[in-house]
Every structure is written in structure tokens, then in C-alpha cells.
């Protein structure tokens, strides 16, 4: 079936440098993907959104980038921060029994060394 | 102070009972949702309702029970059919069906 997935369960990165988070999605016709980020025992946190007429978008130290033609997401987070350690997924809006749902991956670990 | 919220933080279910969850939010918006997080797993939705006085059952509603009487307030009920109620669950809310959706802190649910 249809799914949303990450490459990677964990991604450690150095404090100041850059992060990238992927996410692999199989349904061409999904028009708009959104990144949360969720600290533990919090809930999901929005970062940042994309619809699919665009290939990026910016927001504050993080960026979206959005290739149609290999079905692929990711979340760019510029001079990591340890308070940017946390798990990150995306989810894809799809059509599903008529209509539209949100479904979700199951989350990429960022852990930032100090 | 806008948002959403979510209570208890924490919540035992002893065997046999019907716990009930609250989720109340400020922001206006028409839909609300309730998922389910278990470890290393994606967030499955459990129902959701898009106005009030209705709501449709998500990938995994059975042993839940939900009512949505007011615009504000989406309370799920765990009864004593769920048999794996132990996870993390969370409410959130959009202004419409399948927008950007915005989350509550959640409840753990434990089963004494």
C-alpha cells in the first residue's frame, strides 16, 4: 500500500552544522507534506509545510525541499542546535477511501553532539 | 492564549474500565482528530470529526468511542473492549479536513 517513510532512524549531527532529514513518499497524486518535530514525551510540534506546486520552501534555519520526480522530501535545518534534538517526520496528505488523509512516518532520531 | 489541550497528563486504566480522555481547543478550528503513537511507530488515527455532531472512525477505532458536542471539546473514550490500550495518544485540530494539523502535549494511558 501507500506509505510514508524515512531513510534513516537516526541521525546524529555536530552542534553548528547542517542537518538533512529525508522522507520517501509513494503516492504521486499527494499534493501537501508538513514536517513536525517532537521532543519526547511532547506532542508533534508544526516546523513547516509544502504543497506540491512548489520544490521549496523556506522558513526560520529550516527549508523544504520537494523533487516530484523521485518522490522525495526533506527537511533542512541550518546550525543544528542542541535544543533542535528531537524526532522529525512528515506527514503526506493522500487520497484514501474517497477522500483526503493525513499519514505519517514513523520518525527520524536528530541527535545534536555537542 | 491559544491552543490545544490535552488531560490528564498521565492516566491508569485498571481491567474492565472506560477511561476518557479530554481535548479542548481554543483556535476556532472545525476538525479535530485523535491518534495513537506507540513506540517506533507512525501516529494512527483513531476518528476523527470535521463539525460538530459528527465524526467518522479512523484506521483503528475499535474498543474508542468519541463524542463531539461542542465545537471546542473532542473527548475520546478508551472502554474496556481496547485490549492494548497502553500508548501515547494525541488530539489535534485544523481549520479543515486534512489541513495542517496542530497537536495537543498528549495523555500516556497505562494499564494497571
Redesign the interface.
Known sequence: GES?GLHLPTLSVQEGDNSIINCAYSNSASD?F?W?KQES??????II?IRSNMDKRQGQRVTVLLNKTVKHLSLQIAATQPGDSAVY?C?E?MESGG?????????TQLKVEL | DGGITQSPKYLFRKEGQNVTLSCEQNLNHDAMYWYRQDPGQGLRLIYYSQIVNDFQKGDIAEGYSVSREKKESFPLTVTSAQKNPTAFYLCASSTGRWETQYFGPGTRLLVL
Open positions: 510514508v501537501y508538513i513536525y514525551g511532547k506532542g508533534p510540534q508544526f509545510d517526520f506527514a496528505n477522500g483526503n488523509k493525513l499519514t505519517f512516518g514513523t520518525g
